[in-house]
């Protein structure tokens, strides 16, 4: 379990690839200063396992799940990538509970620049789009932030200074894949209550709706 409060930003050394799956090998240095072999690294905001390391990097496996649903088929050397080490239960949980399991990703859109904020938007389908929540959180490449404005067809956040210096998401481009991770609540709660949703012209949330869900 994570924060979504990015540690470090590493860089990618090497990749070992075959047709689905990848080795990676990335450079690093905060996140070193108590490793070990099983750890827990979300970068870029997946759930990687360390199989190595040494005293300038860590190496992690990348099962095809990830590469399906993640940005990191895309990887390549040099590529920067947000790091952040795994939640101790004596940590204050400065971000929202980021599981590190991607739910898909999203295309940014938009960046527009106001004061000292930088407005991002991105698009995203249905499936992902429907568990995001105006005031709401949500993991971006592995960064805790929050939802500023929600429709049917994108998302917007507004991305503070500290973000854009010490994340790689300012580097981010009008058409790049960014992972994202839903707030994990909405999908609970879809789950117990059994709730379908066929297409993005689901029905209105009125009386009978409530009442068809034990609402009322």
């Not at 090497?14 to 080795?23: D, L, P, R, T």
């Not at 450079?27 to 190595?52: F, Q, Y």
């Not at 960046?111 to 995001?132: C, D, F, G, H, Q």
């Amino acid at each position: 379990m994570f924060t979504g409060l990015v540690e470090e930003v590493g860089t990618i050394q090497s990749i070992i690839s075959n047709s689905k799956s990848s080795k990676i090998i990335i450079k690093a240095k905060k996140i070193l200063e108590d490793i070990k072999l099983g750890d827990s690294i979300s970068t870029n905001g997946v759930c990687l396992t360390v199989v190595d390391f040494s005293n300038s990097t860590l190496s992690v496996d990348v099962m095809p799940e990830s590469m399906r649903r993640s940005n990191l088929k895309h990887l390549s050397i040099g590529t920067k990538v947000n790091l952040e080490r795994a939640l101790k239960l004596s940590d204050r949980l400065g971000g929202h509970l980021v599981s590190g399991h991607i739910d898909g990703t999203g295309i940014i859109s938009g960046y527009e620049i106001e004061s000292n904020a930088i407005w991002l938007t991105i698009s995203a389908p249905y499936n992902l789009l429907k568990y995001v929540v105006e005031k709401g959180s949500i993991a971006i490449d592995g960064i805790s932030l929050t939802v500023a404005y929600v429709d049917k067809n994108v998302f917007k956040v507004s991305i503070i200074p500290h973000t854009k210096e010490i994340t790689t998401l300012i580097n981010r481009k009008i058409g790049d894949e960014v992972n994202l991770e839903c707030d994990m609540i909405g999908k609970y709660v879809e789950k117990l209550l059994g709730i379908k949703h066929q297409s993005s012209d689901n029905e209105n949330i009125n009386f009978e709706f409530l009442n068809r869900y034990g609402f009322i």
